[in-house]
């Protein structure tokens, strides 16, 4: 139902962010939650495609700073891709 609708269009926005822009970074994912948001929400007019926007672009800014930080505490955990021998 509608999260397939969500889905699809934020990958949408999300690919073609990262084939305009060039690269791939946490960027890209924030911006294509707000517009998502946006997008779904245009029908209820533009103080809640504002809102809806705000909502997705923080909601995924969150994702990616979570992603981030996992990834720098498991970088800290096995330096130089190295597991500990036991």
């Not at 969500?6 to 073609?16: A, E, H, Q, R, V």
């Not at 084939?19 to 779904?40: F, V």
């Not at 504002?50 to 996992?70: N, Q, Y």
């Amino acid at each position: 139902g509608s999260f397939a609708v969500w889905g699809g269009l934020f990958s949408m926005i999300d690919c073609s962010m990262v084939r305009m822009r060039g690269k791939e970074d946490p960027w890209n994912s924030i911006t294509s939650g707000a517009l998502t948001g946006a997008i779904l929400a245009a029908r209820n007019g533009p103080v809640a495609m504002v809102g809806s926007a705000a909502m997705g672009g923080i909601l995924l800014a969150l994702i990616e700073g979570a992603g981030i930080l996992l990834t720098r505490f498991a970088s800290t955990q096995f330096p130089n891709g190295k597991e500990p021998s036991d």
